[in-house]
């Protein structure tokens, strides 16, 4: 077992990243242009995922150098307009990623309009959360980008009552090419460190 460092992350990242590159290029470009055609029609790109997916989202909207019109929208929106008690969304019961009966109290929370689209980021694609706003997404009209790992999702049952995984609503699907799990190095013992697909 070679020794766990910052080198060895870098090393197995970019193996990752290079196979991104020579993979999903032309459906990265796909998913530049509806943001494009989006923004070009006075629209706004609304960027959601759940759970650490959320990051996602942070990184294209509101910050130095981010477009204006890119949106994010969090599940905990939930508690900050009282839609839910904080008690509620902590439910480690009823994690609130996995459920499937939100999707259309999470969009009526925002201003979407026919013309904004969709980022859907879930490195699994099996949380009813994310599927349930796919589906309400594309019920209202709107084009759809998936981010997920094709890996992860292949590799485990929808958790979403339809049975559907997150990627059948994509007008464009990005594979992130992650590992099954996320993280990306083995320690030689039964866990694994270091996620890659934020």
């Known amino acids: 077992m070679r020794e766990i460092n910052m080198d060895l992350f870098y090393e197995e990242m970019m193996k990752v990243v290079d196979v991104l590159e020579g993979k999903e290029m032309d459906n990265i470009r796909k998913a530049s242009e509806v943001c494009a055609d989006t923004i070009a029609q006075g629209g706004v790109v609304h960027v959601f995922g759940s759970g650490h997916s959320v990051g996602f989202g942070m990184e294209l909207a509101g910050r130095p150098g981010s477009l204006v019109p890119f949106h994010t929208i969090v599940t905990s929106d939930f508690v900050l307009h009282g839609k839910v008690s904080l008690a509620e969304f902590k ?27 969709f980022i859907i980021i879930s490195n699994s694609g099996i949380n009813g959360v994310v599927i349930d706003f796919a589906i309400k997404a594309k019920q209202e009209g709107h ?14 049952a929808s958790r979403h009552p339809s049975g559907k995984k997150l990627y059948e609503m994509g007008d464009v699907v990005i594979d992130n090419c992650g590992p099954q799990g996320d993280a990306l190095i083995e320690t030689g013992k039964i866990e694994k460190i270091c996620s890659i697909s934020s």
């Open 143 to 156: 084009k759809v980008i998936v981010v997920t790992s094709w890996q992860h999702t292949s590799a485990e």
């Open 91 to 117: 439910d480690p019961d009823n994690i609130f990623e996995r459920r499937a009966d939100i999707a259309d109290r999470l969009y009526d929370l925002y201003d979407i309009r026919p013309q904004d689209s």
